[in-house]
C-alpha cells in the first residue's frame, strides 16, 4: 500500500492546522515535519514546540525528520512532544545503531535517512533494527527541489535488499514528488511518498494530495 506524508515545510504557518486537515482530507495518511538545525542543513525550521502544538491539531501520525546534529540530544524532547515516527541520518549518527534504539526506547518507529551521495549499502548493519528507510531524492535543506534520478536505483536496490534478507522497513522518499515523478518513484519500489510543494505549493492541498495520491495508486498497478 503506498500512502501520502504531506511535508509541512511547504505549508502556510499561519494557517497550519487547518491546511494538515486539508491534505488529510485529501488522501495523506502520515504528516512529515521537517525539523532543520541551520548546521546540519543550510536551513532552520521548526523544534519540538510546534511538534505539540501539532499533535493537538491532528490524529495522523507525525513523521520527524530530524536533519540535525546531535539527534540524541533531542529524540527525547520529540517525542515526548508527540512524534512517532522519528528518522535520523546516517550521515549525522557517530553511533547509528544506539542512534536508532533510543527512538525505539522512547517510543518512537524508527526510520534511517540516507543523502543523495550515500550508498544504500552503509545501512546494511541496521537494516534489521530500523521500522523505515527514508531515501532523499534531493539535497535537504530547502522544499521544491527537482529530483535526483539516481534516487530510483537506490529505492530499488533497498527493495532487494529486503527481499533477499527477509526483513520489514518500509521504503520511503523525499524530494521532488509531485505528478511528473510520482510514477517511476512508486514503481521503483518507494511506499512512503514525502510531497510538500506538490501539496501545499498552489492551490487546495486536499485537491493536490487526492491528485497525487492517485497517480501514486495508478502506478502500483503498473509495477513490473
Not at 501539532?54 to 546531535?70: F, G, Q, S
Not at 485537491?207 to 497525487?212: E, Q, S, V, W
Request: net charge negative; glycine share 8%.
Amino acid at each position: 500500500m503506498v500512502e501520502l506524508a504531506p511535508s509541512i515545510l511547504s505549508a502556510d504557518f499561519a494557517r497550519l492546522a487547518e491546511q494538515v486537515q486539508a491534505a488529510a482530507e485529501g488522501g495523506g495518511t502520515v504528516i512529515h515535519v521537517d525539523v532543520m538545525d541551520g548546521h546540519f542543513v543550510p536551513n532552520i525550521t521548526i523544534g519540538p514546540l510546534v511538534v505539540r502544538s501539532l499533535r493537538k491539531a491532528t490524529e495522523l501520525p507525525l513523521d520527524c525528520h530530524l536533519m540535525i546534529e546531535n539527534p540524541d540530544q533531542f529524540i527525547p524532547e520529540f517525542a515526548e512532544a508527540g512524534a512517532d515516527w522519528i528518522s535520523v541520518h546516517q550521515e549525522a549518527c557517530r553511533h547509528l545503531d544506539r542512534t536508532l534504539h533510543l527512538v525505539r526506547d522512547h517510543g518512537a518507529r524508527a526510520g534511517v535517512v540516507v543523502n543523495p551521495a550515500t550508498p544504500v549499502e552503509t545501512l546494511n548493519e541496521v537494516l534489521d533494527i530500523v521500522d523505515y528507510v527514508l531515501v532523499m531524492s534531493v539535497n535537504p535543506g530547502f522544499g521544491a527541489q527537482k529530483f535526483i534520478p539516481n534516487a530510483l536505483h537506490k529505492i530499488r536496490k533497498l527493495a532487494d535488499l529486503r527481499a533477499q534478507r527477509g526483513l520489514h522497513y518500509r521504503i520511503e522518499v523525499d524530494g521532488g514528488i509531485d505528478l511528473n515523478t510520482v510514477a517511476e518513484v512508486v514503481r521503483a519500489g518507494a511506499e512512503i511518498l514525502v510531497a510538500g510543494n506538490a501539496v501545499f505549493g498552489n492551490g487546495d492541498p486536499k485537491i493536490n494530495a487526492r491528485k497525487l495520491l492517485k497517480a501514486a495508486t495508478e502506478a502500483t498497478l503498473q509495477k513490473v
